[in-house]
């Protein structure tokens, strides 16, 4: 019924499962039905983009424009233009940052990123956050830009914790080999691993010479 209601994650699967580029239509700006819901798909495709960029995906794969439900002749002069950059790019996999079968696991990862709820509450939260009528609990109003960079800050953490997850889901590792494998900086991997830890998503696996090995806890964890 609207726009706003198209999930980030939905998005990411629709990758996942092979699409070469998503188009989401909306409203113009202050003609939406719903008043806001246009908006907030944009604030949501907008991250989505961003997650999904990190993870290698060409950003351009993944597009927002406004239009009238009268305008048919612009309707079919999106759908032209947008199906031209995609076969310029080419197929998902050609002209990303990743090629197949790595890019898609990337984004198996993103969407396990985008399907949290932590990204989602701050998404949510951001046109609250920005209204210098309202802002935070504490009244305090932040800037699109002081909210989009505590974002792309999210973003980072968020792919950085589920490709960890992902990879201790596959076998325990220690905090060394995960670094090396997923190339992260090893004190980072290291806070990573601790912040799991300390939330129960992992837990020790033993010791291997004097590192410590960790393992995905499955029983009690489950994913952030």
């Not at 597009?63 to 009238?68: E, H, K, V």
């Not at 920005?130 to 909210?147: L, M, R, S, W």
């Amino acid at each position: 019924m609207c726009t706003g209601r198209v999930d980030p994650a939905l998005v990411a699967d629709a990758f996942v499962n092979g699409a070469d580029g998503v188009l989401v239509i909306g409203c113009y700006f202050g003609d939406c039905h719903y008043i806001t819901g246009n908006f907030m798909a944009k604030h949501k495709l907008d991250m989505a983009r961003e997650m999904l960029a990190y993870a290698g995906l060409n950003p351009t794969r993944l597009q927002f424009r406004n239009l009238s439900s009268a305008e048919g002749a612009r309707f079919a002069q999106h759908n032209t233009e947008f199906v031209e950059q995609i076969k310029e790019i080419g197929p998902l996999g050609t002209g990303d940052k990743v090629g197949l079968p790595a890019l898609k696991e990337k984004l198996e990862i993103a969407y396990k990123a985008l399907a949290g709820p932590k990204l989602r509450w701050v998404v949510g939260k951001k046109p609250v956050f920005i209204d210098a009528a309202q802002g935070n609990k504490y009244g305090e109003v932040f800037t699109e830009h002081e909210i989009n960079r505590t974002l792309s800050g999210m973003v980072i953490d968020e792919m950085a914790t589920h490709s960890i997850l992902t990879a201790l889901e596959k076998k325990p590792a220690a905090v060394k080999d995960l670094a090396k494998e997923l190339e992260i900086p090893a004190p980072e991997t290291l806070k990573y691993v601790l912040a799991l830890k300390r939330r129960g998503f992992v837990e020790m696996d033993g010791v291997e010479g004097t590192s410590p090995v960790y393992k995905f806890k499955s029983a009690e964890g489950g994913r952030c």
